[in-house]
């Protein structure tokens, strides 16, 4: 069995994109590189796209504290396998969005979320399988990735003009502040923010 993704985008994702931009497709300290671009990814949109467990047929349990409302606000959640609150087995619940993957709230039918009582979900969280993340994320990821391993010179082919100064390659940035590709993958992964 192969070891579990633990990037958004994979080694051979990432090669593939860096191939079509004339970048070097192996770059030293690539893993690393990947892995940074994930956390800030996840960061950033306030999220862990990668499923946890990594394996597909084990669950986790989590803990969430009862707010006194219908619907309590959960972790992604690609596949729930039960809830408790205080002890006792919930039934009485509906996964929202309805019909979609992740789950997002749990909205109780007959009851509320008992204020301050300790709420258990066990199932397998995240936001998609790494091979069903969407384009745009695994993208953003080799993006950001690049910025960790290449010099300013190879950025010539992704239209960010760069000047050498000595032996550091400095990368010209917009009025921001920001460094336009990190701007442009973080535009990228923007649609996907959580915003609850």
Same mark, same amino acid.
């Given at each position: 069995?192969?070891?579990?993704?633990?990037?958004?985008? =994979?080694?051979?994702?990432?090669?593939?994109?860096?191939?079509?931009? %004339?970048?070097?497709?192996?770059?030293?300290?690539?893993?690393?590189?990947?892995?940074?671009?994930?956390?800030?990814?996840?960061?950033?949109?306030? *999220?862990?796209?990668?499923?946890?467990?990594?394996?597909?047929?084990?669950?986790?349990?989590?803990?969430?504290?009862?707010?006194?409302?219908? #619907?309590?606000?959960?972790?992604?959640?690609?596949?729930?396998? =039960?809830?408790?609150?205080? %002890?006792?087995?919930?039934?009485?619940?509906?996964?929202?969005?309805?019909?979609?993957?992740?789950?997002? *709230?749990?909205?109780?039918?007959?009851?509320?979320?008992?204020?301050?009582?300790?709420?258990?979900?066990? %199932?397998?969280?995240?936001?998609?399988?790494?091979?069903?993340?969407?384009?745009?994320?695994?993208?953003?990821?080799?993006?950001?990735?690049?910025? *960790?391993?290449?010099?300013?010179? =190879?950025?010539?082919?992704?239209?960010?003009?760069? #000047?050498?100064?000595? =032996?550091?390659?400095?990368?010209?940035?917009?009025?921001? %502040?920001?460094?336009?590709?990190?701007?442009?993958?973080?535009?990228?992964?923007?649609?996907? *923010?959580?915003?609850?």
């Amino acid at each position: 069995m192969p070891d579990p993704i633990t990037t958004l985008a =994979s080694t051979a994702q990432y090669a593939a994109w860096a191939a079509m931009y %004339g970048l070097a497709t192996a770059p030293t300290g690539m893993a690393l590189a990947l892995a940074q671009a994930t956390a800030e990814l996840q960061g950033f949109c306030g *999220r862990d796209f990668l499923p946890s467990p990594a394996a597909v047929n084990t669950t986790e349990a989590r803990q969430y504290l009862g707010n006194g409302a219908a #619907v309590l606000v959960i972790d992604d959640c690609l596949t729930l396998t =039960s809830i408790t609150c205080a %002890g006792a087995p919930v039934t009485d619940h509906q996964k929202e969005p309805l019909g979609e993957t992740p789950t997002t *709230r749990l909205r109780r039918t007959d009851y509320t979320w008992t204020e301050g009582a300790v709420i258990i979900v066990t %199932g397998r969280f995240g936001y998609a399988e790494q091979a069903a993340l969407p384009a745009a994320v695994v993208e953003a990821c080799c993006m950001l990735a690049a910025l *960790r391993c290449n010099d300013g010179a =190879s950025w010539a082919h992704l239209g960010v003009k760069s #000047v050498q100064a000595g =032996s550091l390659a400095r990368v010209d940035y917009d009025n921001s %502040g920001q460094d336009p590709k990190r701007a442009a993958a973080l535009a990228l992964a923007r649609p996907y *923010r959580r915003n609850f």
